[in-house]
């Protein structure tokens, strides 16, 4: 139970804190349309970008210290997914912090591209990665599972983190950013919640399950995290900006929550391990309500520029 907590809120907090990064990446020549606008928007990302990359690091080191058959598994099923995901992870990182390292306007606008289509291939390959592992591990006989689950998943993943970074840009900015960043993410919240309960009516019609547990309480979950647009949309058309980061992260919890349920994995840990594990994980969380304690005001010209 304990690697299986760890696991899940490691993930989780990769899902939402990175999200949030991937949905400002995705979004930045949207929200910002003058390089100095778009300047200001990475700027307001600033300290961010590393801290929620640390989950996903810790989430890699749980899975192979605590799972490792489902590391394996995994690995076999989806081998292209997990190095789509690291290129573009790799690629994504190059865009921000080599974007502002020449002045020339050409290589600045290739770089902010490169950020753009990174931060689309990320989620996106996150999010059938998931799909996948839902749907292979064990492998389903419908071959229509396999594709249309991963599919949905996909797609859920890329609109999840648009909401989040548009609003994280909303709550980190002021003015003419805010209103953009709050307009997009009222647009893009619909098809969040939509895709969201596409993907659970799916998993409940073509994948069969081994019980009414397993039948119901994943689906639930998930339809739980499309509701959560009910719960961010009018917080968000009221200016309500923390109310509505907050439904909205647990949009991008909730998944992850239904697919561990879902999936149930077995630990498989060396003893000592566990007490490693343990010692670490109030560090890596007082570290991290230490940045978001400090970066928690939007930025002003008095912050310093990171990229």
Known sequence: MIWTVLLVGALAGWAVLDGMTQGLGATVRQVGRTPGERRTVLTALGPFLLAGEVWL??????????FPELEKDLWFVAYPLVVALLVTW???DAGVW???RQPGTRWRAGWERVIVVASVGLPLSAGALLGTA???LPPQPSLTARVVVPVLTALSAVAVTRVLGTVFVAVRTSGILRERATRLALRTLPWSAGLLAASAIAYVVLVPAGGPFDAVLPPLVVL????????????????RLHRALGAVVAGGV?????????LAPVATPAPTLELVLLACVPVLLAAQAWVWWTFRHPVSPRDAVFY
């Open 57 to 66: 690091i810790a989430g890699a080191g749980i899975l192979l210290a605590g």
């Open 90 to 92: 790799v690629l994504r």
């Open 98 to 100: 080599l974007r502002s």
């Open 134 to 136: 839902l749907v292979w």
């Open 224 to 239: 739980a995290g499309s509701g959560s647009a009910l719960v961010a949309r009018p917080a968000l058309a009221h200016g």
């Open 254 to 262: 909730l998944p992850v929550v239904a697919a561990a349920i879902a």
